[in-house]
């Protein structure tokens, strides 16, 4: 006999922005499905966190009253309350440009290096999750919530029944059925319902395609073994997203507390060919030959699990809401993870489609909303992917890829300030794509950079995106006197205080909420 279960919200797909929206929606009263294909704890990719994920975060932990999902927005808060989460710290983006065939050599003036710290200490400091442990904890949170969690549950179809959507499988060898008013895919990319409706993906307008290669390791040496640091690094380099850049692609590096390190390739289709990035383990062995210093910092590590080949990692979908669905961000687009964007843009996703079915009943108002998430949904997936396909175009020259991506760290730490200030319309869209000034600015660096310019092209650029960061930025990221190391200072934040449209007295009380306490002066 069919198993019927019938709720206001069903959610396809239980990782963690699964598991967050149910947890909302039970906040809310509302009674929810989570229906999971797999089971947990279980593998997922997409691990490191930056200051604005870990914001949204927490504000949607305060508004939805759950303050155990706050917990795990800061280094600090995780560590005291969930030890048996595992994660790591992220103090930072690491960014080491590499040539093939050579060892990495950086000079003082750190030519091939960009670090840019996320936070002033550790107790405040971004994550990476740990996603086995850290997506079944929020399910199991939902769970006792009193969500419906439907785990290894094979769904076949989806219909839409003119009052509610219907899902259709089976699950432990009986046929289920869950009706829902509403339908939330949270299933990743090229996940369920882009599937089921037959919507189909959209091709990328400004990535080149690439393939990924990935697993967990032990014993992966520490960057600052293989080239230590000349001087003192605004934060200890592999306490950081670890990026090694190179022609072609790039490798992440990220450490938990736990033993192990997530680390993986994004490569062009071209590279990738070069590598037979489908044999797995061996295309990783010749893609570290090919990189001395890497190789270095792998030549004791082990692969726990075996070696992930995604033949594509960016995808992007053609639809996004209809009268009584939604795709989440991460369901909608993946873009490659070069700057840590999918976080953000899921969250920034939930925040507006909780906000939604909070405040519009099913009937014209709720259309219009949902066309406006399916309209802003694609325009920062838009964003998104043409910075990043233009980092991809200067892969082999530093000085442009560091200039271009002042672009993101200019706006993400003007988007959180101002947030964290009560100004959330300072700063409007994901990396500022819809103000009136940045917005075109960022597309058109972008554009331009996709060129790889060189010459007075190359120098032109360099000035319109210093001219298009100077009024966003409050980080320094202008001082060259830092030489492409840039510290959390509490006065950096104080002396923009105009730019933030607030007084300094106002930027140092934000400091010490924050906690900078000590340096706020
Ligand atoms: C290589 C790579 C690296 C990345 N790194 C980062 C990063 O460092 N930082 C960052 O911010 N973002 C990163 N991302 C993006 C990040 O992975 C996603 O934003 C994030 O995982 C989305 O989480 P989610 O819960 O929406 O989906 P997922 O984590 O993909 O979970 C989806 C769940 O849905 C289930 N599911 C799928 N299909 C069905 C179905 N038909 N029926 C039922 N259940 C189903 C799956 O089993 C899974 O449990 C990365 C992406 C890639 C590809």
Redesign the pocket.
């Known amino acids: 006999m069919t198993r019927s279960v019938h709720v206001d919200i069903a959610i ?7 598991a967050l929206c149910a947890l909302a929606l039970r906040q809310r009263g509302r009674r929810v499905a989570l ?4 089971r947990h704890p ?1 593998f ?6 930056t200051p604005l ?1 870990n914001l949204l975060l927490e504000e949607l932990a305060d508004r939805y009253g759950l303050p155990q999902v706050r917990a795990f927005s800061k280094w600090g808060t995780w560590q005291r309350t969930r030890p048996d989460v595992a994660c790591g710290l992220k103090r930072g983006f690491t960014f080491l440009f590499h040539r093939h065939g050579d060892p990495f050599i950086d000079g003082d003036a750190h030519a091939r290096q960009l670090l840019v710290a996320a936070s002033p200490n550790d107790e405040v400091a971004d994550t990476h999750w740990y996603r086995p442990e850290f997506d079944l904890a929020l399910v199991e949170q939902a769970q006792a919530a009193g969500a419906i969690y439907l785990d290894e ?1 094979r ?1 076949e179809k989806v219909r839409d029944t003119g009052s509610g959507m219907t899902l259709e499988g089976t699950r432990d060898g009986r046929a289920i059925e869950v009706t829902a008013g509403f339908l939330i895919d ?4 090229r ?2 319902l882009a599937t089921a409706l037959g919507t189909g993906g959209a091709p990328l307008r400004w990535l080149p395609h690439t393939q ?1 290669l ?1 697993s967990h390791f032990e014993n992966v040496d520490l960057w600052e073994n293989v080239a230590p640091a000349d001087g003192t690094p605004p934060y200890p380099p592999d306490a950081a ?1 670890l990026h090694h850049v190179f022609p072609g692609g790039w490798i ?1 590096v990220l450490r938990f507390n736990n033993g192990i390190t997530s680390a ?1 390739a ?1 490569l062009t289709d071209q590279l990738a060919a070069t590598l037979h990035a489908s044999e797995g383990a061996p295309a990783w062995d010749r893609l570290l030959q090919s990189l001395p210093s890497v190789q270095e910092q792998f030549r004791s590590a082990r692969a726990t699990l075996p070696f992930v080949h ?1 033949p594509r ?1 960016a995808f992007r979908c053609r639809e996004v809401a209809g009268e009584r669905w939604a795709l ?1 961000p ?2 909608a687009g ?1 873009i490659d ?1 070069l700057l ?5 843009l ?1 969250l920034l996703g939930i925040a507006r489609l909780l906000d939604l079915l909070d405040t519009t009943a099913p009937g014209a108002q709720r259309q219009a909303a949902l066309a406006a998430y399916a309209h802003t949904t694609q325009v920062e997936l838009d964003v998104t992917e043409q910075l990043v396909g233009a980092l991809y175009a200067c892969m082999a020259d530093p000085v442009l890829f560091k200039r271009l991506s002042l672009l993101y760290f200019a706006a993400a730490s003007y988007s959180e300030t101002v947030r964290r200030l009560g100004r959330p319309h300072l700063a409007p869209g994901f990396l500022l794509n819809a103000h009136r000034h940045f917005g075109p600015e960022v597309r058109g660096c972008a554009a331009l950079g996709a060129e790889a310019p060189v010459g007075a092209a190359r120098t032109a650029l360099c000035d319109r995106i210093d001219r298009a960061i100077e009024p966003f930025d409050t980080a320094g990221l202008l001082d060259r006197t830092r030489r492409d190391w840039y510290p959390v200072v509490a006065s950096d934040l104080v002396a923009s205080a105009s730019k933030l449209e607030a007084s300094p007295d106002e930027v140092r009380r934000l400091l010490e909420r924050c906690g900078f306490v000590n340096q706020a002066s």
């Open positions: 396809v797909g239980s990782g963690f922005a699964g229906v999971e294909r797999g279980r997922a990719i997409g691990e490191s966190t994920t549950t769904l949270a299933s990743g990319p996940g369920f990924g990935y997203a992440w993986g994004a995604a990692v989440l991460s369901a993946v993870p840590s964007t999918g976080f953000p899921t």
